[in-house]
Structure formats: C-alpha cells, structure tokens
C-alpha cells in the first residue's frame, strides 16, 4: 500500500461580482414587476404577493456579502432572472469544461506534475452540464491526460467524495495520480426570484491533485498526507433539483419551480449540523485524534452559522476564522468547491505535523470528511 499525498490544488474565479446590493436592486425590481402584474389575484387572495429582500437581510441570513458569476446581467435583468450563456457547438469545449481546466492547469503546476504523470481525471460536481459524454473525459482530452476520467455527483459533498475514490486508488497502486476538478455553475440552477435563496450561489472550479508519496515533485508546492476518509449518506429531500432528461417524457413543465434548487432551509440546518459535528468527530475519533487536536477546519461554505454551530459543537467553544476559514463572504455558496477553496486559500501556513479536516456536508443527505497531516 502507498501513502496519498494532495499536492497541488487550483482555483479559477470568474471576473464578475454580484455584490448583495446589485442583487437586493435587481430582485425588487422584479417584485415589483410581479405583484404590478398579478395586482388582481393578489388583492383576491389567490396569490401571494411577493416581499422585498435587503442586504443586510441576505448578510443576516447567510454571511454572504457578494459571489462571483460567470454572466451577470442575465442575472440582474428583472424580466429575466438567470445566466446568458451562448450555446457552444459539439465541437468546441464546453463550458464547464473551460473553466475545469484552468482551475486544472493550477493545480497541476502547483504539484510540479505535467499531464503525462497523471493517470485519471474526477469530475465532481453538483452540476453537470450535460448526461454524456463525461464532463470528465472531456476536460481528461483537453489537458492531454491518459488513463481514465469520469464524473460523479454527490451535491455538495461531490469533492470530498471523490476525495476518497482518488486516495483509494492511489494507495492500492492502481493510479500514481489522480486529478480531481469540481467545476459549479451553480448560476444555471439557482431560482434567482425565490426570496429565501436567490442570494446563496456563486459560480467557480477548483482543482486537487491526490499522488502517491514516493513520487512528488521537488516542486511540489505543498505536501499534506491524507491519513484518513470517511463517507455517510442519509436520504432527505430537503434539498432537490427535478431538473433531468426525464422531464420531457413526464410533459413536464421545464420552468417549473421544482427544476432548480430549492430546500427547507430551517429543517437542512436542524438536521444536518449535528449530522456533520458527529461525522467529523467520529472519523477523528477512529483515527485516535480528537476535535481540540486539529489545527485547522475546512468546513463546507454554505451558511456562517451552520459552520459556527459545527465548530461550536466539536470545540465546546467559538472557533476562530483562523481555526475555522470563512470564504463564503466573498465566494458564497459554491457547492462542492467551497470546502476546497477554504483549503486552497488558508493552508500554507500550517507547520509540518500539524492536522486540518476537510469536511463537506450537503444534499442527499451527504457528509464526507478528509483527515490531513501537514509533511
């Protein structure tokens, strides 16, 4: 057996912004529009009028202050409400798989590797661009990679998951290097007029690299032993998306409220923050650690105070930004990207000996965690 090491990691960021403010602006025009328009009805009670939101209400609510997209004034078009995106033709990369590689090309550079010393490629993400081909093996074709690539999608926790498939395969010889890649356009399936989320996503990729030991790179920017993974899965549908190939045959309405994100954000927050406070103290306590051991935590970023509550429950006490980064502020949600890019961001300071979690928790429900030795 050999040791995992995660050597590299990479994070493309979109250039526009979205700030709570443009966002509040563009959603009470759009109230506006709406309750003007159904005037009538509201005033029969047959339908409810919809309330204003404010950026201190957003912030209140989440932590988030802005969030980065890939196309903004479809966003904030009040008649529209999502993306704009050009459609690509087949033979030209997707866009998905765009923004995958330059988050690749990062990660591959920070590890010292070139693409001929990796072996496969994970696609993990909440969403996917299309069924098939693989989003995978497309991003696999373009950085010029053998070997293998595939896509899997565990929500939110889709990158530690793939995590562990990665480690795994290293460790029993069958890979030298796995790529990982979490590509979120989460601004495709985020219902943009829904009072109580249009403010959660944000779009980004980020990239890990996940080699056996024996073979980094002098070049390696950073060297972290993964000494353990531990996967869970619990079915909820508190958080869903109908959206799929099956729609059209069901005649169902592709617009429809139930085929983009939506949840029970009340009862995800009950439910899944003692669900993720006991997972990582579990996998800790297997591994003979416990929670005041760790250096640093790299939880998921999909709200302030659920990170707050988890930490609060392992530590007995409030955990530091330093303990605990925040990016959620400047990312927002990002799916299964925002615990990596919480680890990209914050983890070069660490000394040699020192342990971090890599912990993710979402749709499902799904909890996945990495246990980390900084080498």
Known sequence: MHTAIITGTGLFTPEHIITNAELVTSFNAYVGLFNEKNKDAIAAGSITALQTSSPEFIEKASGIKQRYVLEKTGVLDPERMYPRFTERPDDVLSLEAEIAVAACRQAIAAAGKTAADIDGVICASANMQRAYPAMAIEIQQELGINGFGFDMNVACSAATFAIEQAANAVKSGAARAILIVNPEITSAHLEWRDRDCHFIFG????????????????????????????????????????????????????????????????????????????????????????PLEVRRFWLHQANLGMNEFVTRKLLG?????????????????????????????????????????????????????VVLRKL
């Open 317 to 369: 006490r409030d955990a530091s930004r330093d303990e605990a980064p925040v990016i959620l502020d400047e990312f927002a949600n990002t799916a299964s990207a925002g615990s990596i890019i919480a680890f990209h961001r914050h983890n070069r300071d660490l000394a040699a000996g020192q342990l971090g979690v890599i912990c993710s928790f979402g749709a499902g429900y799904s909890v996945g965690s």
């Open 203 to 290: 779009d980004v990729a980020t990239a890990i690299i996940v080699e056996r030991s024996d073979l980094v790179s002098e070049q390696a920017e950073s060297r972290w032993e993964i000494l353990g993974t531990k996967l869970a899965t619990q079915f909820s549908n508190n958080i869903r998306n109908n959206f799929g190939f099956m729609n059209r045959a069901e005649d169902s309405d592709p617009n429809a409220r139930d085929k983009t994100f939506r949840q029970e954000g009340r009862k995800v927050f009950k439910e899944v923050v003692p669900l993720a406070a006991a997972h990582i103290e579990g996998h800790l306590a297997t591994l003979g650690f416990t």
